[in-house]
Nanobody, 118 residues
Framework: VQLQAYGGGLVHPGGSLRLSCSAS????????IGWFRQAPGKEREGVSC????????YYSDSVNGRFTISRDNTKNTVYLQMNSLKPEDTAVYYC????????????WGQGTQVTVSS
């Protein structure tokens, strides 16, 4: 499966963005999809994921209550709605996929830059 992440940009603190992760080569509903981010000088961190089997979602403490992950199987796309953005959310955001039952994310999209600044 090939992934493409897009939707990043420059937004003021308190603003919103919606990132999209679209797939080709396979259907996304067979994969757990994760969103990760990496800020300059920092390690990559997991932000959110949505499970392949039951659609359960996970959020890191830093984004819980502000970000929402969802999937639209008809469009083969996973979204990350980001609200109440803070400067510390500034990072390159990546989506990744792991097939049902696999432990590691094997498939990665290119990053999309999110900058939160006044």
């Amino acid at each position: 499966v090939q992934l493409q992440a897009y939707g990043g940009g420059l937004v003021h603190p308190g603003g919103s963005l919606r990132l999209s992760c679209s797939a080709s080569g396979d259907t996304l509903d067979a994969y757990t999809i994760g969103w990760f981010r990496q800020a300059p000088g920092k390690e990559r961190e997991g932000v959110s994921c949505i499970a392949s089997n039951d659609g359960r979602t996970y959020y890191s403490d830093s984004v819980n209550g502000r970000f929402t992950i969802s999937r639209d199987n008809t469009k083969n796309t996973v979204y990350l709605q980001m609200n109440s953005l803070k400067p510390e959310d500034t990072a390159v955001y990546y989506c990744a996929a792991k097939f049902r039952g696999e432990a590691e994310y094997k498939y990665w999209g290119q990053g999309t830059q999110v900058t939160v600044s006044s």
